[in-house]
Structures are given as C-alpha cells and as structure tokens.
C-alpha cells in the first residue's frame, strides 16, 4: 500500500543481500543522470548536528514544505500513511533525511518510501525521532490524528488510513 524503492532479496549461501534501486538515478543511452533530489531535512532547514534544532524535525512541517512546492495531495496522504506506518513498525531510524522529494521533469513528488527500520526486538519504541502531532513525536492513535489537516485530509479520513496500516 505504499511506494517504495524496487528491491530484491537475494539468498547467498550463508546470508542474504538487499537489493535496493536507486530511484535518483535513470539510464538513458547507457548513460546515468541524477535526478534532481532534496532530503526533507533540507527542505525544512533543519539542522542534523544540534539536538537543540531538532524541533523543527515534524511530520506537519515536511508536509507543509512538500505542498509549497506543489505535490499532489496524494503525496500528502502517502506521506500520512508512512508516518503512521512508522509509527506502528517503530521505526526507530525516522528523520527527516529519511524522506525526500525527487523532481520528475515536470514537478517534485515524494520519493518513494526508503531506509525503514522496524524494532524487531523488545518492546516497540514509544516514540519517533520526528514529531508525529500535538504532543510530539509520542506514538499513540490520538497524536497521529492530531494535525490531519496538514495533510490535506479529514478526521474520517486519517482515522481510516491508521486502521488501514495497523490491519496490515
């Protein structure tokens, strides 16, 4: 239900590789070109070195940065669903270079969906490293639903999308 990277899980004898396309890349002509690519940390000026200017490090504010550059409302929504996607694997590598915006010749999309690490040991974390809603980056139902609106969808529609990712 999300845009991710093309990948593919190769078994060797002892280990398995990942495989991961680069989406920032096309082959024309036997030739690579970059694709023009922006981390959300840039977009929404943050800082990666000061704990002190990761506040600005917030789901609403990439949000709010993707739709001054024009994005379909539907990366908005995608945008949503990953984070409650995040939210629910406890995804404890989520940052704002994380996610990123890829220009498609005609305008920016969001990327597709990359660097996921669930918490496969333990409990799950009870936070994200980004702020997720009005009480900051807490996991919970109530905190995800808490700014919708930044996202470009209604209270009924938000609490449908975390439904839809918690069923899977």
Known sequence: GLNVANVQLLNLKS?????????D???VDGQIFRTPMLSALTLINGDWLCPKK???WHYAAIADELRRRGVPTEDLHELFTRMCFNALVGNDDDHPKNHAVIFDGKGWRLSPLYDVVPC???EPPKYLTMRVG???????????L??????GLSEAEATSIVDEVAGW
Do not use: C, P
């Open 15 to 23: 280990t398995s590789v990942l495989l991961v396309d680069r989406f």
């Open 25 to 27: 890349r096309k082959i």
């Open 54 to 56: 990761r506040e600005k």
């Open 120 to 122: 496969l040991d333990g």
């Open 134 to 144: 009005e009480h900051g980056n807490q996991i919970s139902r109530a905190n995800l």
């Open 146 to 151: 808490s700014q919708h609106v930044f996202f």
